[in-house]
């Protein structure tokens, strides 16, 4: 009951940063931005178990960002971007901060420049 | 030394995209996004103890997204916004994929409302 409680306040953008907040689920994601993988092709490149590699599968599917099609035995998936254009919404209200950031940024370089020019 | 291990292999992005997983950590950022707060001002608004609001506190810390300066019992916060630019750059490497999608529904919407127009 408290789980199933604990489940429903999970609200998509929590998922979805949850899902990239592993570097084995941030690196399928990049391998299926290329095309279509079966579990196999995904699990490959790491040095885990299949059954380990395919609960990541699980986790990015879960959160909307990989959609599986199922053929006899083969599970094929492929990426769904959908979410991540929504986490890089949230993202975006944020931006003018780091703008600001790289602003001051240049304006130290200019003032350093000219310091160095003047010598 | 199994977690000293551990650590050292959480990347930033993992600890940027883990603070992000969780309503009430983004919830906190938004009112930083206004200016500096209090550890006290930022765990108002939450039904939680001041001890669970301090840890989210803590773990948008050392995601490098907030800073914390201490001034006798207070600790005032800023927002530290440069790791959300890293984050925003790792997902604008899958913008084509949700801009593809826009512009398939653009299309869908264009010939949905040219058949109507023939009716």
């Known amino acids: 009951m408290l789980n199933h409680m604990v489940e429903q306040q999970v609200s998509p ?3 979805v940063f949850g ?3 592993d ?3 941030r690196a399928m994601l990049r391998r299926l931005a290329g095309g279509t993988r079966t579990v196999g092709e995904l699990a490959e490149p790491f040095d885990m178990s299949f059954a380990a590699a395919a609960k990541h599968v699980k986790v990015l ?3 909307g960002l990989l959609r599986r099609t199922i053929e006899g035995r083969t599970h094929r998936c492929r990426i769904e971007a959908g ?3 929504q986490a890089d919404r949230w993202l975006a209200y944020y931006e003018r901060f780091w703008s600001l950031r790289l ?3 240049e304006r130290a370089l200019v003032r350093h420049s000219r ?3 003047r010598k």
Do not use: I, Y
């Open 83 to 85: 979410p991540l254009g």
């Open 103 to 105: 602003d001051n940024l």
């Open 19 to 21: 899902a990239l907040s």
């Open 61 to 63: 599917e879960e959160a």
């Open 115 to 117: 310091k160095r020019s």
């Open 23 to 25: 570097p084995t689920r």
């Open 13 to 15: 953008l929590d998922r």
